[in-house]
């Protein structure tokens, strides 16, 4: 991304091993984000900055410490590395390694190759190569089904509960996926747009809500005998989603929030008075990912719908426009 | 309260029963807390404000309907009234029951008698008639102690754990006692005065670090690794202990917060970005009030050396100003 609006897909230097716990990866498939919206909006600065954080592809060549991963190797990778064997990986916090880099900017994986540091630990390999229809679902679990998940477990999605998830984009439609197969009870999805309303239906989704705001909050806890969610998820990261997602959540309840916070400011005694649980962050989505390759290995779930178009990586700047202007809800980048 | 630092203790109408779910309790004793100060200092409005939430006594009547609460009992309430039998209140948040009221604002028990609405659902009776000695410990679980424990519950204090406490008030001291109890490694009391420190210390605290702000959670970092506490409680209610008990907290670690929250904005993006588990507000105490009377009773703990000045009701104005100025940390009230 040369600046706000102008991305242009040029020939690099091939990555080489810089680092024994390295490996590279010859990419199968990329996608564009909605946080790689952010730039390309001028909310975030860009200044000829590398893109892309999601990525799967097979192993090229490995470090010589690199042990669990061999070349040819079908890769899913997470959009943080991580050693994946310090106290906070260990923990299950692998996207706060006390090693942890974001792809999006020391990597960037809109490309056809990339170096990616800790293979090992960032790294996870898929049971053999892939069929050609489970890509895009492979795919998906690198960052917007990972994302999806942590907020789901985040807000302490499950059986007996009732879920509401604010956002509706690729990332609110797989915290709906996540809700739905950690068992709970009714998954309210908070959108205005009927095809994202359709897929948040065949995601699992019983209700959907259109109000916005205060005027959605009322909604929720017209639906949960005024008391409010058990567990919502906030995936946009606006002042006004952050609020409605708070408010909506009952006392007690877990709020679990992805959407990259911008601007948000948290009033501290609004906060208090409230008594919900709040988790969020970056994904650890190395902590998912094995269950998650499991599962879309199995064909138990299809995250890939999520991406409604796919273009050759040569065309990633007609892939930005279609986000931008809410033509594609998610554009896959196929090498 | 006629107005800020005015406290003044008069003759008022006896309370008498209301609803068939009340109870009258003759107090024994009672106490002033560190919110009171807010309106004291000016900081809440205060305007011939009936004060106090805490308190010990026997019943005197009930009403028609109290079933588990007879004549002549001893018992301990909660500084929130609840019915104890909603959804809120049967998921373990009192003091976020549909029903609920603080006992500051409808009631204040600074005084002889009081009216205690839902009061099968808001107290708790002792076992017998308690020894003089156990007066003290008895009233702190109406609030402080109950508030200190559910600080280090919701910060998930217990074995294994390093837990730091922002605040060297009666809360804080007893949330030191709380993770004690919950089986915490190391506890860290952030205190400056001497006297406080000593008391964190009979309470089980392991180290005292005297920074604050941006140095104390450089000092935290410092004694965890690098990595900041397991648990982290926050026991104040300012916007700088509330950054400082975030920043003190390593990520995938849990934040308690409790002091109740004045002029506090925390930044999202911070937030996001510490990925932290975060509960807090009004404790509820009920939840707690079986265990920590059956504590006290065995005398297994004792949160009564809290109280380091005793005054009887008539000299409340005297105990306000003690603890404005520092000379008590807390002080109790007999009849």
């Not at 716990?21 to 600065?45: H, K």
């Not at 954080?53 to 690199?66: L, S």
């Amino acid at each position: 991304m040369y600046s706000a609006g102008d991305v242009r897909v040029e020939q690099r230097a091939d990555p080489t091993i810089i680092e024994p716990t390295d490996a590279i990866v010859r990419l199968v498939a990329t996608c564009i984000c909605g946080s790689d919206l952010w730039p390309y909006r001028g909310l975030e600065p860009a200044d000829h900055q590398v893109m892309g954080h999601e990525y799967v592809g097979i192993i090229e060549e490995i470090g010589a410490d690199v042990k669990n991963i061999k070349v040819g190797d079908f890769v899913v990778g997470s959009f943080v590395i991580s050693d994946n064997t310090c106290e906070i990986c260990r923990s299950g916090y692998q996207s706060k390694c006390v090693n942890a880099a974001f792809v999006s900017v020391a990597i960037g994986t809109q490309s056809d190759k990339a170096r990616i540091p800790y293979a090992d630990g960032t790294l996870v390999p898929t049971p053999g190569q892939p069929d050609e229809d489970l890509i895009p679902s492979l795919l998906a679990a690198s960052d917007v089904l990972g994302t999806g998940w942590f907020a789901a477990v985040a807000a302490e999605a499950g059986p007996g509960k009732t879920v509401a998830v604010v956002g509706d984009g690729a990332v609110g439609l797989m915290a709906v996926l996540a809700a739905k197969q950690l068992g709970a009870d009714r998954i309210i999805a908070m959108s205005r747009h009927p095809d994202r309303q359709q897929l948040a239906l065949f995601y699992g989704a019983t209700d959907i809500v259109v109000e916005r705001g205060d005027e959605g909050v009322a909604k929720i806890k017209e639906l949960t005998n005024g008391l409010g969610a058990h567990s919502v998820i906030e995936a946009v990261g606006t002042q006004e989603s952050t609020m409605q997602a708070i408010r909506a959540t009952r006392p007690g309840g877990h709020m679990g929030f992805v959407g990259v916070s911008h601007d948000v400011a948290i009033p501290g005694p609004e906060l208090f008075f409230s008594e919900i649980h709040l988790l969020g962050g970056p994904a650890p989505v190395r902590r998912f990912l094995p269950d998650l390759i499991e599962l879309i290995w199995d064909r138990k779930i299809d995250p890939g719908r999520v991406f409604d178009l796919t273009l050759p990586l040569e065309k990633a700047a007609a892939g930005y426009a279609a986000m931008d202007e809410r033509r594609a809800t998610k554009v896959l980048l196929r090498l």
